[in-house]
């Protein structure tokens, strides 16, 4: 009979404190997350240096950079590699690789050498029945106060979409300052969800409300107009 063996691994949650661990990267040495203090950090994992689909996300994610510094948000990435590896790797994608008209791109965030699996460990990113000796492609989303927000995990044969990591963060960032929460494929501009009434009071209330910027499926299911300006005004770094 075939037995499974789980390796001892933590899996954070959302809400919790991320784990913190001092690390060598291709920046130098980070004290996460309190060198991170203050930013959004994005910590993601890849399985290997030097391989296509990590190859094509780190092109990817490199050239919007800016974008998520905009954002007050820093990417960390990490794979199970040595140092010298991911030097090397990162030297390649600069020097040799096109992909999808994106050239000459120099990774400029982070690249954490892992070789002990002490930090994929901590964070869940190694899966065994995925692979015992590289990491899964795991995301975590971690606020300015070093709470983990968000998380999404893709297996090794899935590169990940980065237009999604990006949303997540705005969706993030604008539940935080709006006081709202997000619908179904939500993008700047859309509506937005209003906190469901609580007493039968609100209820009522809202069900009557002549308010033409509120829109009440039902009484527990309203949303209102957000604009994308007033987002951008809060969100988005001026030049
Ligand atoms: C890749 O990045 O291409 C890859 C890495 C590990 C397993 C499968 C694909």
Known sequence: ?????????????????APSFKAVTTQGSINFPEDYSGSWVILFSHPADFTPVCTSEFITFASMEEKFAKVNTKLVGLSVDGLYSHIAWLRTIKEKIEYKGLKNVEVNFPLIEDISMNVAKKYGMIQPEESNTQAV????????????????????SLG???????????????????????????????EVIVPTAGSCGVAK??????????????WFFCTRKLDKAKIDSALVKKE
Not at 137 to 153: C, E, L, N, Q
Request: hydrophobic share 35%; net charge negative.
């Open 1 to 17: 009979m075939e037995t499974t063996v789980y390796q001892e691994t933590s899996m954070p949650r959302i809400g919790d404190k």
């Open 137 to 156: 492609r795991a995301v975590f989303f971690i606020d300015p106060k070093g709470i983990i927000r968000a998380i999404i995990y893709y297996p090794q």
């Open 160 to 190: 990940r979409n980065f237009d999604e990591l990006y949303r997540v963060i705005i969706a993030l960032q604008t539940a935080d300052k709006f006081k709202v929460a997000t619908p179904a494929d939500w993008e700047p501009g859309d």
């Open 205 to 218: 209330e809202r069900m009557q409300s002549k308010d033409t910027d509120m829109n009440c499926y039902d």
